[in-house]
Structures are given as structure tokens and as C-alpha cells.
Nanobody, 119 residues
Framework: QVQVVESGGGLVEAGGSLRLSCTAS????????MGWYRQAPGKQRELVAV???????NYADSVKGRFTVSRDTAKNTVYLQMNSLKPEDTAVYYC?????????????WGQGTRVTVSS
């Protein structure tokens, strides 16, 4: 099994910054992708940013230029640096990790960390 744990959420004023962290642990062969998603109240979960094993990165248009995703491969950890936060960034942020398990592919989610941006 693969466990995914996020941290770093909280309350911040508009224009402020937060850094989220997500670490994958357990038994697996390799990680192919690590990404961040978010779900605001009453809305569907949406992709924020994803980083692939080859280094490719994709961002949602709404966060381009403000958020930066990075990865520490040795620690199986992905970070999301969020700058110039806006009230519309308020959501529960979830980390998703996909890769190859010992016998099967896996796709694991964390429990989520809440980010609240006040105006």
C-alpha cells in the first residue's frame, strides 16, 4: 500500500503565501506522477499542478505565474509553493501520487489540507 500525507495548509490573507508538502510512503517500485488538486465548496475537484517523473509540469491556467510545483525525488515528496493567494484559491487541496507498485499500478490520494484565503 501507498500512503500519501499532505501538510502546510492554513489561513492566510489575500496576497500572502503558503507552501504545501506531500510525501508518499509505503511499498512501491516507482512514482510516475505527483500532483495537486483542489476542491472548493460546491465545486468539482480540479487539477492545480502536476509534475511527471521526466520533469514535465502542467499548471491550471488559474494558478500559472503564482504557484510553483517542485519535487524531491529522494524523499518522495512534492511541494506546492503558492504566492499571491486570492480568495478564490480557498479550497481543500489534495495530493495525488501515481506509479508502479510491487505488483500493480497505484493511484493514491491524501486526506487533504485546507487552505483559506481571506479578503
Amino acid at each position: 500500500q501507498v500512503q500519501v500525507v499532505e501538510s502546510g495548509g492554513g489561513l492566510v490573507e489575500a496576497g500572502g503565501s503558503l507552501r504545501l508538502s506531500c510525501t508518499a510512503s509505503g511499498s512501491f517500485f516507482s512514482i510516475n506522477a505527483m500532483g495537486w488538486y483542489r476542491q472548493a465548496p460546491g465545486k468539482q475537484r480540479e487539477l492545480v499542478a502536476v509534475i511527471l517523473s521526466g520533469g514535465s509540469i502542467n499548471y491550471a491556467d488559474s494558478v500559472k505565474g503564482r504557484f510553483t510545483v517542485s519535487r524531491d525525488t529522494a524523499k518522495n515528496t512534492v511541494y506546492l509553493q503558492m504566492n499571491s493567494l486570492k480568495p478564490e484559491d480557498t479550497a481543500v487541496y489534495y495530493c495525488n501520487v501515481g506509479g508502479s507498485g510491487t505488483y500493480y499500478p497505484f493511484d493514491s490520494w491524501g486526506q487533504g489540507t485546507r487552505v483559506t484565503v481571506s479578503s
